[in-house]
């Protein structure tokens, strides 16, 4: 939804942050440092323009100050294209994180997508519909404006007809693009399958995106550089979008079809009940990492699962209790820790990771026995394997360390959208013994 190009990116800002001008109903409105480069070409394309199409010309300062009004007053045009899906979404349920001003135009980013398609159409639509009225009132008004100015009336119809431009640009039916959204909301009403919505409306827009490419080369080896560079950049634009969905959805195939037991790792040891309270203290001493990245201490008696135990009954008792303390007076039940079967899909590992906040989940076997462990960084690390991506071992141990996702993966957001969408139940699962 901009000025050029028009995607709605649901999940993750697309852009950086840039600067908070205000904030409207909890929505900062950004200006990204690229906004000042497009808003200095906007100006010099429109004082060349009024200096052609204004007769009597005005002085050259008039011209430069009227080119830079105009500039300024298209991305309000931009701003308020975005706020009409902002404040559509909001009445959906839907939070907007930001709107922000950037090279291309403007982009909402908002929390997730409408769990309807009847919801994902409007807030689709309601751009749009914001761009046509807007050029449909400055278009009605451009002769009462040129009466009061001749300026105030070239003004006037250049905005009234660049909000017509944006509206129906952006209308085409093909993803980043506005129509691509409203294409993705019909087919996923049509098919009941917001899958299927996307790719087709995915499709749509690499078909666009390459069209752009091409007319643009036509455009530079026929001399309009300008024109062409625009249509390359924005193809460009459209296929890494398409990419990135395309990535989306193979992202929640694979979050569905893999298994807990395909990423699951054995971050825990085993000790006899009998084992002393010294030999743990000697474990815990020998383990240099901080107590949260230590292998959980699980224990047995005689082949049967009793619980867990940590170092506080270290912390609690004596130093000379110790030799004749033994683990097993003080295990703690297994139940304390948050668990999942190994059969469960990945997405499911994600959801209840965000739910109980927790850093490890235990992983079950069908029997209901320890078999293994998960955190997020094995989880995010088995997704990028299938994805075809090496992850080089620094980063994957950072990615423990912080205990995250490794590449800032967004996952819960993923899920979140997964289930608003009904494509998962999130009915509880079984999680614990």
Known sequence: MTAAAGPTHLHRRPVGDGWTLLTIRGIPLRIHPSWFVIVLLATLAFQQHYSQALNPAPAEPLRWALALVTAVLLFVSVLLHELGHALVALAHGVKVRSITLFLLGGVASVERECSTARGALLVAAAGPAVSLALGAVLLASRHAAADLSPALGAMTAELGGLNMVLALFNLLPGLPLDGGLIVKALVWQVSGSQRKGLQVANATGSFLAYLAI???????????????????????????????????????????ELRVRDAAARRFRVLEARTSLRELSRLQLDDKRDA???????????????????????????????????VGEHV????????????APLW??????????????????PAGLPCGTLERSELGLALLQRLGLRLPPPLLEAARRQQG?????????????????????????????
């Open 332 to 343: 703690r039940p297994l139940s304390e820790l948050a668990s999942i079967t190994d059969s």
């Open 405 to 433: 996702y490794p590449l800032g993966l967004d996952l819960p957001q993923v899920v979140g959208a997964m289930v608003a969408s009904g494509e998962v139940s999130a009915e509880p699962q079984p999680q614990q013994r």
């Open 214 to 256: 091409g007319l643009g080369a036509v455009l530079l080896l026929r001399g309009a550089g300008l024109g062409g560079a625009w249509l390359i950049l924005l193809g460009w634009f459209g296929l890494g979008a398409a990419r990135n969905q395309r990535q989306l959805l193979l992202l929640q195939q694979l979050l569905k």
């Open 292 to 326: 949260a990245s230590r292998d959980w201490l699980l224990v047995t008696d005689r082949g049967r699962w009793q619980g867990l135990i940590d170092d506080k009954p270290l912390q609690e008792l004596p130093v000379q209790c110790w030799d004749q303390g033994t």
């Open 348 to 365: 499911q590992a994600v959801q209840l990771f965000e739910d109980r906040g927790v850093q490890r989940l235990l992983v079950l076997s």
